[in-house]
Structure formats: structure tokens, C-alpha cells
């Protein structure tokens, strides 16, 4: 394909992803009398905006969604390194077999496991907690399958160099390993974060209390069973997507940098 027709075909792309988000911010500002309209609005406002952020505990709800994203995120990064570590270095009865069926937890949705997961929850008294919302979301078979590729593509010599300095397993995970596997460790840092970010049905599920509702759940609370708030809903939106934004952009190289040294297709 000639460069150019690359060209073209990338701006063409480009802009069809860019569309909706222009069209988002774009209707956000309009008066709530004109926000179905087709054409650009007669004037620009903030009342949607000012309202959502003054009138609802939408900072509440983003706090409540830092605090869960970022427990799951740093927990999850080092129980799957380790895990990871073990499938990929290690050497015991069994170990293709448990990865595996790690790996094929990857066919099982959240829909199909919510409400084992829901009563095994409330028998635990984690309905109503942050632990309820935090430890159900930390494992996740993709995080382990991604560091495992990405370990196996270490050289073991300097695990050897580290192993004649009298360091086991441990030492070797923790001054090697895991300084070698930055790049792959932002990554998943950012797909945990942004995971969490949005979630909805867990957390939706396992809470009642307004205190502990968490970004879109709080969103969808501005939907009323007859009738919705578009104007501040899509102003909501607007607001709780720029954590995520700013997350992405600074991790977006190193994401890409993990995909093509860990061996993903």
C-alpha cells in the first residue's frame, strides 16, 4: 500500500475516533434546550458542568474509584509478578497444567460467576466495603499471562549472575526481574487502573450505600426510570473520563512497548 493511501487512510481513521468525543464535549456545552439538536449550538455554557460538579457528589464517587483502582492496581501487580514468576522460572509438577487453567478463566465473564460471587461476598460480610469492591477484582488471568510471556524473554544468565551472589528466588524476583520488567509493569499498571475505573456491574452489585458508590455507578444514578438528565449525564462523563485520559497518555509507550516484546499476537 503506497504511503500515501496510508496517509490518508490513518486521518480518515483518526477522525472517525475523534468524532464522537468532539461531538461529547461539544454537546456538554450546549444549553439543555438545544441538546438534541443536530446543529452547533447558538451559545456555549458551563451550567451542565458547574451543576454535576457542585449539585452532585461526583468528587465522592471519583474518590471512591481512586481508592479501589489504585488498591487493585498495585496489589494485582505484585501477587501476578510473583505468580508469573513462578509459572515462568520455576520448575515443579504440574506447572503447564496451572497455567493453563489460569489462563482459561479468560473464557469465564463476570456475568456468569456474580452471583456465586455476590453470596460468597455477603457470607464474608464484604457487601458495603471497600474490601468487597477491592479484593473480588485483583486476580486476573491476563496480568499473569502477560508478565509470564514477558519473563521468558529475560535471559537467565543474569538470574544465574544473581544466583552465584547467594540470592534465591526471591531476591532474584525482586532485584532483576522486577527492575527489568518496568516497561510491561506500567502497562498492566494502566489496563488495572483504567479497568477499575469503569467498572460498573461489581461494584453496582456489592453496594448499597450512596458513601461508597463508585464514578459510573454514581453516573447512572442520573438516570431516572421515566426520564434522564442527558445534559448532565454526558457532563458527568465528560468529568470522569479525564482521570482516565491523563492515565492513558502517560502510559500509552509503555503499553505498546509490553505488547511487542511480550509475544502477544
Given amino acids: 500500500m503506497p504511503i500515501r493511501l496510508?496517509?490518508?487512510?490513518?486521518?480518515?481513521?483518526?477522525?472517525?475516533?475523534?468524532?464522537?468525543?468532539?461531538?461529547?464535549?461539544?454537546?456538554?456545552?450546549?444549553?439543555?434546550?438545544?441538546?438534541?439538536?443536530?446543529?452547533?449550538?447558538?451559545?456555549?455554557?458551563?451550567?451542565?458542568?458547574?451543576?454535576?460538579?457542585?449539585?452532585?457528589?461526583?468528587?465522592?464517587y471519583m474518590l471512591n474509584s481512586f481508592v479501589v483502582s489504585a488498591a487493585v492496581t498495585v496489589v494485582a501487580l505484585v501477587l501476578h509478578s510473583m505468580a508469573a514468576y513462578a509459572l515462568a522460572r520455576l520448575r515443579f509438577p504440574g506447572r503447564q497444567l496451572i497455567f493453563s487453567v489460569i489462563v482459561s478463566t479468560l473464557l469465564v465473564s463476570l456475568p456468569v460467576i456474580l452471583v456465586p460471587l455476590f453470596?460468597?461476598?455477603?457470607?464474608?460480610?464484604?457487601?458495603?466495603?471497600?474490601?468487597?469492591?477491592?479484593?473480588?477484582?485483583?486476580?486476573?488471568?491476563?496480568?499473569?499471562?502477560?508478565?509470564?510471556?514477558?519473563?521468558?524473554?529475560?535471559?537467565?544468565?543474569?538470574?544465574?549472575?544473581?544466583?552465584?551472589?547467594?540470592?534465591?528466588?526471591?531476591?532474584?524476583?525482586?532485584?532483576?526481574?522486577?527492575?527489568?520488567?518496568?516497561?510491561?509493569?506500567a502497562s498492566l499498571a494502566v489496563l488495572f487502573f483504567l479497568a477499575n475505573w469503569n467498572a460498573f456491574l461489581w461494584p453496582l452489585t456489592a453496594t448499597r450505600d450512596p458513601g461508597l458508590r463508585m464514578v459510573q455507578v454514581g453516573i447512572a444514578t442520573l438516570q431516572g426510570q421515566y426520564g434522564s438528565a442527558w445534559n448532565y449525564v454526558l457532563a458527568a462523563t465528560v468529568i470522569a473520563a479525564v482521570p482516565t485520559l491523563i492515565a492513558f497518555v502517560l502510559g500509552q509507550r509503555r503499553l505498546v512497548e509490553a505488547i511487542k516484546t511480550s509475544g502477544l499476537k
Fill in 6 to 60: 496510508r496517509a490518508r487512510l490513518a486521518y480518515v481513521l483518526a477522525a472517525v475516533t475523534v468524532a464522537p468525543l468532539v461531538w461529547l464535549l461539544v454537546t456538554v456545552l450546549k444549553p439543555a434546550d438545544e441538546l438534541f439538536e443536530v446543529a452547533l449550538p447558538t451559545r456555549l455554557t458551563l451550567d451542565n458542568l458547574l451543576y454535576v460538579l457542585t449539585e452532585v457528589p461526583i468528587g465522592r
Fill in 119 to 185: 453470596l460468597v461476598a455477603r457470607q464474608l460480610g464484604l457487601l458495603d466495603t471497600y474490601a468487597g469492591l477491592i479484593l473480588p477484582a485483583i486476580f486476573h488471568a491476563f496480568g499473569i499471562f502477560l508478565l509470564r510471556q514477558y519473563y521468558l524473554t529475560i535471559p537467565r544468565e543474569l538470574e544465574e549472575a544473581a544466583d552465584l551472589d547467594g540470592c534465591g528466588y526471591l531476591r532474584r524476583w525482586w532485584q532483576v526481574v522486577v527492575p527489568l520488567s518496568r516497561p510491561v509493569l
